[in-house]
């Protein structure tokens, strides 16, 4: 196995330790009770605001804190976020509409709210999110590149399955799914999988506003005669890597951003042990 130098590991080090960045000056915060949750970047705020102004949506306000979200019952917030949510898809704020919805659960892991997944992006709230990397049994990682015809980042190496993870659904179900979806991993291979962590990541997602995360890490130790195959047309295909061209593809920049993550994160945990 290749030795990864020191100056790549201290790379992949500060990359981790940046996964949460400064967010734009003039951001307008949102607000559930007294605690931010969310920001507006300012493309949006002109707009949102005169909606508000002009024709207000019940449990929702803004003023000069930001824009407040009352806490009422779930199921009442969610309806109010879902209208503000349409009239910003109207008005081409929120271009990648996926007719799915993320749920929003604050720090007391309670449900607070539920919406379109595009809008999560918009309103710069956390989701979550669950990646699996995929280590064939010679220490090799699968890692799959992204279809040309995907919305975001196509084209890009990303990790063996991953995905946002749905209102309603489990971390773990989450996890099973993509990885029979995007690398057609049997489930009782797939729920074998290892947890491995979690990362927090924030960063502004021009046009689509800020993307806010948290990323699920699982490991998944796979067979030699196992070849991920894509079922869903969201892959459109798969190579095995050494850990140190894993390194220097993330380096390069041929990963997608969470993946490149992700994937740091497994090259140091077993660079550590070695």
């Keep these: 196995m290749a030795i990864i130098p020191v100056s790549t590991l201290a790379a992949l080090e500060e990359m981790l330790q940046n996964a949460s960045c400064h967010l734009p000056h003039a951001c307008l915060p949102i607000l559930l009770g007294d605690r931010t949750i969310g920001h507006l970047v300012p493309e949006f705020t002109p707009f949102v605001i005169e909606s508000l ?18 806490l009422v019952p779930p199921a009442h917030l969610s309806a109010s976020l879902r209208v503000l949510a349409m009239r910003m898809r109207k008005a081409g704020f929120i271009p990648a509409w996926r007719n799915e919805e993320f749920a929003f659960y604050g720090a007391d892991g309670h449900e607070y709210f539920r919406v379109e997944r595009a809008a999560f992006r918009s309103f710069g709230v956390q989701s979550q999110a669950a990646h699996i990397n995929g280590v064939a049994a010679n220490g090799q990682l699968w890692v799959g590149r992204r279809s040309e015809s995907k919305q975001i980042d196509p084209g890009k190496l990303d990790n063996l399955a991953a995905g946002g993870i749905s209102a309603s659904e489990t971390v773990v179900h989450c996890a099973i799914r993509e990885l029979w979806e995007e690398a057609g991993i049997p489930e009782p291979i797939a729920s074998t999988i290892t947890p491995a962590g979690k990362l927090l990541i924030c960063r502004p ?6 993307h806010h995360e948290s990323l699920f890490i699982f490991d998944l130790e796979l067979p030699n005669h196992l070849i991920p195959v894509n079922h869903d ?3 459109s295909g798969f190579i095995q890597l050494d850990l140190a061209e894993a390194a220097a593809r993330i380096l390069a920049d041929e990963f997608t951003t969470d993946a490149a993550l992700v994937t740091a994160d497994l090259i140091l945990r077993r ?3 070695a």
């Design 233 to 235: 047309g969201e892959v």
């Design 53 to 70: 102004q002009d024709d207000p949506i019940t449990h929702l306000n803004v003023s000069a804190r930001g824009l407040s979200l009352a």
């Design 271 to 273: 660079n550590r042990m």
């Design 205 to 210: 997602h021009p046009p689509h506003g800020i």
